[in-house]
């Protein structure tokens, strides 16, 4: 092993401190937020009532030619998962919208001006991820509710999630809050675990089929990690 002489020796020195800037010297998190709020946002987006009408159902192209769907029972699309919310009734937990960022006060105003209840996910949509957003619908989709819990300044995709947050070393190691993130697919928030041997852990995710909705649901941790999923935990989350 050679010795460094004193100017190789700077050398080295100055590149561990370039290495330690380049994984210390993040932005900023564009919010600050406790774990406990982000979970109250999270259910109360899952519980949330509402009173849809017949306006507020619509399957066809809007105004802008974005082909929209809400998942209202009268939608039975073929090799896929009907729709469940009933118009003219109370319904419970906001419904998918691709894109979709509302919270359940803004739901309820974009209701009363009568857009769409919702937008179901389509292959398609995922083809034009930001393109295929209807601004003739309202709900939430899964990004858009973690977006929410966080209280994010506007909704922030499965892509660009990571990037607000830390590796998780372990799953053992999540708390309320954090995520459960597959790049540009579908992210979970993770509200606690459901036993003692961190088998099984409670969620809440706005839902593609078989939920069309926010829910708050039991998931076992091995069919997640096969599919894929990776834990993750926002920089401005508090406890």
Request: net charge neutral; charged share 15%.
């Amino acid at each position: 092993m050679t010795a460094l002489t004193p100017p190789r020796l700077a050398t080295a020195l100055a590149s561990l401190a370039l290495a330690a800037c380049a994984t210390t010297n993040l932005p900023p998190p564009p919010s600050s937020v406790s774990r406990a709020d982000a979970i109250a946002t999270a259910s109360r987006c899952a519980s949330h009532r509402w009173f849809p009408t017949t306006a507020n159902v619509f399957h066809g192209t809007d105004p802008d030619g974005i082909r929209v769907d809400t998942p209202d029972v009268s939608w039975h699309p073929d090799h896929s998962v009907a729709g469940w919310w009933q118009p003219n009734s109370w319904n419970t937990g906001l419904p998918y919208q691709w894109g979709g960022f509302s919270s359940p006060e803004q739901f309820d105003r974009d209701l009363a001006n009568g857009l769409a209840a919702g937008d179901v996910y389509t292959p398609e949509k995922r083809r034009l991820l930001d393109a295929a957003v209807s601004r003739h619908a309202t709900g939430i989709d899964c990004s858009g509710l973690i977006s929410l819990c966080w209280n994010l300044p506007r909704s922030y995709s499965t892509r660009e999630l990571p990037s607000l947050c830390s590796p998780i070393p372990s799953w053992d190691l999540l708390a309320p809050g954090d995520i459960l993130n597959t790049h540009n697919n579908h992210v979970l928030l993770f509200t606690g675990w459901a036993n003692p041997e961190h088998s099984r852990l409670h969620v809440c995710e706005a839902g593609v089929p078989p939920h069309w909705l926010v829910v708050q649901r039991t998931a076992i941790r091995s069919e997640l990690e096969k599919l894929g999923f990776l834990p993750w935990r926002y920089r401005g989350i508090t406890n």
